[in-house]
């Protein structure tokens, strides 16, 4: 899963004043290399209002209003009725990459697209 940042949509603690980019131990590439390299997930460019959660003990849960499938490398149409959920202090750890590209989120941080491998998404049966 590829998230646009974390703004008022996410973790309250991220938002503010904060930039965010790759350190040593963490890949950093361009949006489309990362996008390439997925074979299955979402690229989620928006969530809906600050969602559902322990802000101290990290779990959250947000419903998406803009996110995009991505199969094979390649972004193949938008998703409805989908939400996300994890707990951001076990998902921080496990981020796979980093966009080179930055942009301001919502009234939060200067971020980049983070890559978030193992995160749950849940979505209505169909």
Known sequence: ????????????????????????????????AIIAGIEEGLLVEDVLGIGQGNIIGGDFSNNLSLAFKI?????????????????VYQDLRHVAALSRETAW??????????????????????
Do not use: F
């Open 1 to 32: 899963m590829v998230h646009h940042g974390w703004g008022a949509g996410g973790d309250p603690a991220l938002a503010g004043g904060i930039g965010v980019k790759a350190g040593p131990c963490i890949r950093s590439a361009t949006i489309e």
């Open 105 to 126: 989120v919502q009234s939060g941080p200067l971020a980049p697209y983070v890559l978030l491998p193992e995160l749950n998404v849940v979505t209505k049966a169909g």
């Open 71 to 87: 199969e094979g490398g390649q972004i193949v149409g938008r998703v409805k009725d989908v939400s996300i959920a994890g707990n």
